[in-house]
């Protein structure tokens, strides 16, 4: 495997090569500059993950406690309405 | 290229590191087939402006194969990790980047690179760079420590590039950059695994 795949199943993104530096320590081998990026994105949520946790925010939000659900419910309603939203 | 190597191999390979860069450390002058010290930071365009800035003792113990800068400065404030630090050049003009509210550590395998290295600190006025010695592929630093993991002529010796690649990776901050310098292979490998581990240095 050469040291670009290695670079990509280290978890690295964007690996390249970036040019040749002129410094060749012997007549097999070339001075090589290598850069890549810790990924951001690559582990981030799936759209699936990402609405079960937005449902799961919401039905906590609207679980009953000091006010009932219908309460919030209602609550919600006229902040949506106060506020120029569509309900 | 990811050669399975026994611990024995990879012992033998260390101490051959070790045994090679004893004498590096008192200077690489003869012992590179491509310029160190001075004329090497020059030829490959180090910032004169930083050179400047720096003991020409410093300068002198640079035996690297590329210049990892070249690939984008460094910002201030930058955490950084210098995987095989030698006399510590790149250590020293990372802390000149990164400035005082940075930081800078340097690994490497040989003591005597590490000793060298902490002689060229110490004629610098920086607070904020340390070296350690290091050998194996294992950090030990937390996940996301790092904003910048540099290496100069380095990971073309490390038996494990695989594992040091993973460990790099996870000592970077999320965003953060991986730059090397470094020799690569342009004849094709032929040789057999134990001529491979006698002629680690080439």
Known sequence: ?87 | MELLLAPEDKKKIESGIREKYAKVAAGPEGLFKYPTGRAGLEALSYDPEILKTLPSSVLDSFCGVGNPFSLGPLNPGDAVLDIGSGGGLDSLVAARMVGPGGKVVGLDLSPEMVTRANENLRQTDFANVVFQEFSGEDLLFEDGSFDVVLSNGVFNLIPGKGRMLQEACRVLKPGGRLLIADQILTGTLTKSTPERIDSWFR
């Open chain 1, 1 to 87: 495997m050469d040291f670009l795949a290695l670079m990509k199943e280290a978890g690295f993104g964007g690996a390249e090569m970036a040019g040749d530096t002129g410094f060749n320590s012997s007549a097999v081998t070339k001075g090589t500059m290598f850069r890549a990026k810790k990924g951001i994105g690559e582990k981030a949520m799936s759209v699936e993950d990402g609405l079960k946790k937005y449902r799961e925010f919401f039905e906590m939000a609207y679980a009953d406690g000091a006010l009932d659900r219908k309460m919030k419910h209602l609550v919600a309603l006229g902040a949506s309405l106060g506020a120029g939203c569509e309900p």
